[in-house]
């Protein structure tokens, strides 16, 4: 009986054994499973990541598409309608001179150039053309085309003393620059 008993215990340890065995078994198992899920999730975790880098790149280069498409096609605007003023300027300023040299004329004749460049005049302003280089402005190289000098002790340095042909600009864009005579 004795030896009954020590069979039973043997079988009972030898299955604590058996099962502490498969225990062990499992947990390393599981371990193992948690190894390849945690590549697989770095993995998954760095692609998305590349994806939303790429995503990211993608809306910004869009966005400065579209930006720069808007402008250039605002300044093709611009571009063109200051094509077709500057074609248009010789005859702004046939008028001035007309209008300058026809004092001492007939009244009506008078009248007529100046409704004509009057007319002529509000045109340009209702496309936003504004016009410039007036005696007296202090000179600006980037407007101003200084065309002669002249010394002149009642003038101001670096003023205009006389406009030979004026300027014109639409909004930031010049059109043509002023040819000025600059005293001192």
Do not use: C, W
């Amino acid at each position: 009986m004795e030896n009954k008993e020590k069979n039973e215990k043997s079988e009972v340890l030898e299955n604590k054994n058996d099962e502490i065995e498969n225990t062990e078994d499992i947990e390393i198992e599981n371990q193992e499973d948690e190894n390849i899920k945690k590549e697989d999730y770095d993995k998954l975790k760095a692609e998305m990541e590349s994806y939303k880098d790429r995503l990211l790149r993608t809306t910004a280069e869009y966005d400065n598409f579209r930006k720069r498409t808007e402008r250039e096609r605002a300044m093709i605007y611009v571009n063109a309608t200051s094509e077709a003023i500057n074609h248009i300027l010789p005859v702004a300023d046939s008028l001035e001179l007309a209008l300058k040299s026809s004092e001492g004329t007939a009244d009506e004749y008078q009248k007529g150039l100046k409704l004509v460049s009057n007319q002529l005049n509000t045109a340009l302003n209702k496309m936003g053309v504004e016009s410039f280089g007036e005696i007296g402005e202090e000179f600006n190289p980037d407007i101003h085309n200084a065309v002669s000098h002249v010394d002149d002790e009642k003038q101001k340095e670096n003023v205009i003393s006389g406009i030979f042909q004026k300027g014109y600009k639409m909004g930031d864009k010049i059109i043509r620059h002023a040819m000025v005579q600059v005293a001192n």
